[in-house]
């Protein structure tokens, strides 16, 4: 026999026990052919274009989870920053196109749609002005659309008047979404070094960089890492490692497999898979079970840091092997309210935001999914995307910031934004102001190290 | 003609019982789809089988045969996973 029925079974229980999926399918699609100074008539030309690329997605996702057994929890467009193609809009709003997006994702039964996006490390067009201006507008207006802005890089230093702007436009969406505790919020994030093939939303879009249209993976899984890791105190650092990287590479063949074959079937080149292990507040689905189980009596104690660091390293050893391209932000997420083991170290009074964004050092994006006080004040916001946008700057890593400034809720209030998105405590924030800091104007120049020719 | 190969994996899993294997294979039959390997083991009494198929001589949709095998799984009280093999290969063999 090919296999054992023990190797049978473990691939099977990975996913009836174990949680495992592919967590998306995205496929990307170029759209600057649909540039037009009419909104409206760009607004129509982008809807026929996604509607005709990625006319399959959903069919070909769902014959592919039969044949293997495997389930993909999400299907999801990714597309060219709007920005791109505002500049050239003479009535200066993008929000058709969100509805565009939106209709089209509709009517082909994806998940998301993302790409409302501008990047700005450093500076501001007037295509891009336009788009800040339409984020809030678009977010609340449509169900499926995501947007996010890049507002620095290691290359480019920290674009401080697009932080303290992206700080004004999450409070608008909040207060915006209010109705629904600042929904709107969640599919917002603010990026430094954000890539341009990351499948996952928010934050996904489609690089200007890629080809007309490309199809990216990607992978979850810490249910599958928390089972092979039951029963594993008596190993040391390096056996640990070991049983991470077995795991995280059996878990990425798998996305390389449906990858290859969805490419195939579609006819869109296959980009990469994205090494994640993105949990969901379903049971077990947990990054921070992973980390207790690992030895933290609870996530957010001394050390945790160190285990996170080694748990997103030993991923990324794992998977690279697995995968013919890997990118994406490729790492460990660490959602707050996506992750109920995150929500109980808080309540536990375990995890503060300054652990969190410690954390953030060493996972793969940034402070994720946080809720915080409705009444906190622009300026503070400011000052947290700032220090997010550093430790990206300075570390060379994608750090992103997507906070939920709950309007009406207080620290220690337990928010609920329903399915994956989850539900979590609101968390305390720093209540002195960097008012003067993140005031100044003007951007924080790039570090030295990023002189590298 | 020589068609090619499209080897499925079926794996059944159940409360031990007689008639598993009997009635799984009549099943598998009634579709035209070989059997090439079995392996079956009662793991403390759990029915555990393991079948490679070839079906590329079936005479229905994979779809098809999935809901057959379906409803024969729900009549015998098992639980049928029926994959293509390539989901194993890629796990388990570089």
């Known amino acids: 026999m090919l296999f054992s029925l023990e190797e049978v079974i473990e691939t099977i229980s990975a996913v009836g026990v174990e949680t495992f999926d592919i967590r998306t399918i995205t496929c990307g699609i170029n759209l600057m052919s649909c540039a037009d100074s009419d909104v409206h008539k760009c607004a129509a030309k982008v809807y026929e274009k996604v509607v005709r690329v990625a006319h399959d997605v959903v069919p070909v996702a769902r014959k592919l989870e039969k044949k293997y057994g495997i389930p993909i929890v999400n299907k999801r467009i990714s597309v060219t920053p709007v920005s791109f193609l505002a500049g050239a809009f003479t009535e200066p709003t993008a929000v058709p196109i969100a509805e565009a997006l939106d209709k089209a994702a509709k009517e082909l039964g994806i998940d998301y749609v993302a790409g409302f996006s501008a990047l700005i490390p450093k500076g501001i067009t007037r295509g891009d002005q336009i788009l800040l201006n339409s984020i809030a507008d678009a977010l609340c207006c449509t169900d499926r659309v995501c947007s996010s802005v890049n507002i620095g890089s290691s290359q480019a230093g920290i674009n401080m008047d697009g932080v303290y702007r992206m700080a004004e436009i999450v409070k608008e969406a909040a207060e915006r979404s209010r109705d629904k505790n600042g929904l709107a919020c969640a599919k917002l994030v603010v990026f430094c070094n954000a890539v341009e093939d990351n499948p996952f939303i928010a934050g996904s879009f489609m690089g200007p960089g890629e080809a007309e249209a490309i199809l990216n993976v990607g992978i979850s899984g810490p249910g599958v890492v928390r089972a092979a890791l039951q029963n594993s105190t008596h190993l040391n650092f390096g056996e640990l490692s070991e049983v991470i990287k077995k795991i995280s590479f059996k878990i990425t063949r798998t996305g390389e497999l449906v990858g290859r074959e969805a490419s195939r079937m579609l006819g869109i080149p ?133 906070l939920i400034p709950v309007p009406g809720m207080q620290a220690g209030d337990v928010v609920d934004f329903g399915g994956l998105l989850g539900k979590g405590p609101v968390m305390e924030v720093g209540r002195h102001s960097p008012a003067l800091f993140v005031r100044r104007g003007g951007r924080i120049p790039a570090p030295v190290h990023s002189m590298k020719n | 003609m020589n068609r090619k190969k499209e080897q499925v994996v079926i794996t059944v899993l159940g409360a031990n019982k007689p008639g598993i294997l009997a009635g799984i294979t009549r099943a598998i039959a009634d579709s035209n789809v070989n059997v090439e390997d079995v392996s079956q083991k009662i793991m403390q009494d759990l029915f555990a089988l393991m079948m490679m198929t070839d079906f590329s001589t079936a005479n229905c949709s994979f779809e098809d045969f999935q809901s057959r095998m379906q409803a024969v799984s729900e009549q015998l009280r098992v639980k049928v996973f029926i994959q293509h093999e390539d989901v194993f290969r890629f796990q388990h063999r570089l």
């Open chain 1, 270 to 402: 296959f980009g990469i898979i994205d090494l994640s292990l993105a949990p969901t507040p379903a049971e077990g689905d947990s990054i921070s079970d992973i980390l207790e189980l690992m030895g933290l009596e609870k996530t957010g104690c001394h050390g945790t840091t160190a285990a996170l660091a080694m748990l997103n390293d030993a991923v990324k050893k794992g998977g690279i092997m697995a995968a013919t391209y890997a990118g994406g932000l490729s790492g460990a997420f660490i959602p707050v309210t996506e992750d109920a083991g995150m929500c109980r170290a808080i309540e536990a009074g375990a995890l503060n935001i300054q652990k969190l964004e410690a954390m953030t050092c060493v996972c793969s994006v940034g402070l994720d999914m946080v809720a915080i006080p409705g009444d906190t004040p622009v300026e503070v916001i400011a000052g947290i995307i700032a220090d997010e946008a550093a430790i990206g700057m300075i570390n060379h890593k994608t750090t992103a910031c997507r």
